[in-house]
């Protein structure tokens, strides 16, 4: 599985954490945490080294034979059965209280045992019961700075947003500054420009001469709940939403290297910047400099020239071979909204959409699409309303005589079919024969065994109709995590089938994210982008899917609804 170096040294210090509350010995303690630090702190994807050249990891401080084997465990299978070893014998809970600053194992098991509290929600109830001061070893002011953390958590977590739910004010927030005097330039920045599933707060940059016009638009928006700060080049408020946006005026020459450089991301910038010391200069938001001169900062293709690289989408800028390959002139022609030909999966009033069948389809048209699949669930999501065979029969001849009345899109017979506990699939065979598009999507039993669970999806994708696997790990962003299994064998799987794997643009889903699609990419799966649009509004979400495919580095040839008609049914005939 991709991981990053910050996940894996989150795996060290949980095992950390779980020996210390079995009192381990401390030296084993301390190895795991020292771990975790050269791990975090190491500049280069130990994903990708524990993939190309695992003995190689041995040579890191700290780093034998048995953390080098686990970090390529955790890396091949995505969990340490180590770490599920130690979760399974600690008490419940107990870990999720050392998430919180202030608590330690010693605390966390106190709170456990005497109060028999497993969960930071019941920790805040006993908080506020004011039952924890009465703790040997807490106290008022304990009781006090873990409540201040435990707010300030929750506050954290109501912070991030949603990219797509962000978009609305961010979008409409830079529309009025351009449209401030005095203003040449304004971009969104941060990770909202790089494509980030979702974002805390906003970055906007205006190239200006003069602020004062640019901050006194930003200021007097109506979306504005509170002013936090304000001067002559900068300002931060919050909106209504509760969302922080902030918001720096540089001057026209400087913009450039200042939209790189708060474009992020750290690691792209911190690389980039070495390069420079390299050469003997100066990067930094102001500009590209020798000594004292500037050399380059009007645009951020003027800065990347310097170096002798071209312009690097913002998408890639994650210091993941993307500064390696733009220096061997390497760098793909990322995937573009405009190359999407069709949406092959959507929902209509047949089962748990909110627009009928015509509806859908004249709205796909007005979008300039040459296909569109009704893709409505099967009988197993019942509360998605969904269809048997003879429901699919009934569509089919109801598509059959809306197709012949449309001009320049084809609406295509599909179904999202439920992969059962077992594997199977919740439409027989003959049903499934008639149809044009069928993708296999999991809604229940996620947290099966990871093996139970790497069986069960192999056998849905090995299965002769299925075309697509929707959805592949079942998360929703912030309310439900990724199922655990081996994405390896699973990509495997559809490799050898012939299943393309769905990138979803929802927004609660982004599901694949842009490691995984990216591995399944190297592994030779095609890409589906899918808005799994539940309203005519909803097929914008393509937009979303698009933009994180990007992030996988996918081109035109990786995704199958790039293609023309014709050529995607045979593809999916397969």
């Avoid at 506050?155 to 797509?164: P, T």
């Avoid at 929902?347 to 959409?353: E, F, I, L």
């Avoid at 808005?531 to 937009?543: I, Y």
């Amino acid at each position: 599985m991709a991981m990053t170096n910050e996940e894996i040294a989150q795996r060290f210090l949980e095992i950390a954490d779980l020996l210390e509350i079995e009192d381990a010995n401390p030296f084993r303690v301390r190895a795991y945490r020292n771990a975790a630090r050269v791990v975090g702190e190491h500049p280069e994807r130990l994903d990708q080294v524990a993939r190309s050249d695992p003995e190689s990891l041995k040579e890191l401080p700290g780093i034998g034979d048995d953390l080098a084997a686990k970090i390529v465990e955790l890396v091949r299978t995505g969990r340490l059965e180590m770490l599920h070893e130690l979760e399974k014998r600690t008490p419940p809970g107990v870990a999720e209280l050392m998430r919180l600053p202030g608590i330690g194992p010693s605390k966390a098991r106190a709170l456990h045992d005497a109060l028999g509290i497993t969960s930071l929600a019941a920790l805040r109830r006993a908080l506020e019961l004011g039952h924890v001061r009465e703790l040997p070893g807490f106290g008022e002011r304990t009781e006090a700075r873990l409540l201040a953390a435990l707010v300030a958590r929750e506050a954290e977590g109501e912070r991030r947003a949603l990219r797509a739910v962000a978009a609305v004010p961010a979008e409409a927030i830079a529309d009025a500054l351009r449209a401030a005097p005095g203003v040449e330039a304004c971009d969104i920045a941060g990770s909202f420009r790089r494509g980030r599933d979702t974002v805390g707060d906003l970055d906007i940059l205006v190239a200006a001469g003069d602020g004062e016009a640019a901050i006194e638009t930003f200021c007097s928006l109506p979306d504005v709940r509170s002013v936090l700060a304000r001067g002559g080049t900068k300002a931060t408020v919050r909106l209504a939403t509760g969302l922080q946006v902030d918001l720096r005026v540089v001057p026209p020459d400087s913009y450039g290297a200042a939209l790189l450089y708060f474009t992020g991301s750290k690691a792209h910038n911190i690389a980039l910047r070495r390069q420079a010391q390299r050469r003997g200069l100066l990067l930094n938001e102001y500009g590209l400099h020798r000594e004292k001169k500037r050399i380059a900062g009007r645009t951020e293709e003027e800065v990347y020239r310097a170096f002798g690289l071209p312009w690097i989408p913002p998408e890639l800028r994650e210091n993941a071979g993307e500064l390696e390959a733009a220096a061997k002139h390497a760098l793909p022609r990322l995937l573009e909204l405009a190359d999407i030909r069709g949406d092959l999966q959507a929902h209509s009033t047949d089962s748990d959409g909110r627009d009928d069948l015509a509806a859908m389809a004249a709205a796909a048209e007005a979008l300039g699409y040459e296909y569109l699949a009704m893709t409505d669930h099967s009988p197993a999501v019942r509360v998605a309303g969904g269809m048997d065979a003879a429901g699919f029969r009934a569509q089919a001849r109801r598509i059959d005589r809306l197709n012949a009345k449309l001009r320049k899109l084809r609406v295509l017979k599909g179904a999202e079919v439920d992969i059962r506990a077992d594997g199977s699939l919740d439409l027989d065979d003959a049903t499934l024969a008639r149809l044009d598009v069928v993708i296999a999507t999991f809604h229940s039993r996620f947290t099966l065994p990871p093996r139970e669970q790497t069986r069960r999806l192999v056998r849905a994708v090995s299965h002769p109709r299925v075309n697509i696997f929707g959805h592949p790990t079942g998360r929703l962003i912030g309310r439900r995590p990724p199922s655990a299994y081996d994405f390896g064998a699973v990509v495997k799987a559809c490799a050898e089938h012939g299943v393309a794997m769905e990138i979803d643009g929802q927004p609660e889903r982004m599901d694949l994210d842009d490691q995984l699609a990216r591995l399944a990419l190297q592994a030779g799966v095609k890409l589906v982008i899918s808005s799994d649009a539940h309203s005519t509004v909803e097929l914008g979400f393509m937009r979303w899917g698009v933009s994180q495919a990007r992030r996988a580095w996918a081109v035109k040839k990786d995704v199958l609804n790039t293609l023309p008609l014709e050529r995607l049914l045979r593809a999916l005939a397969r």
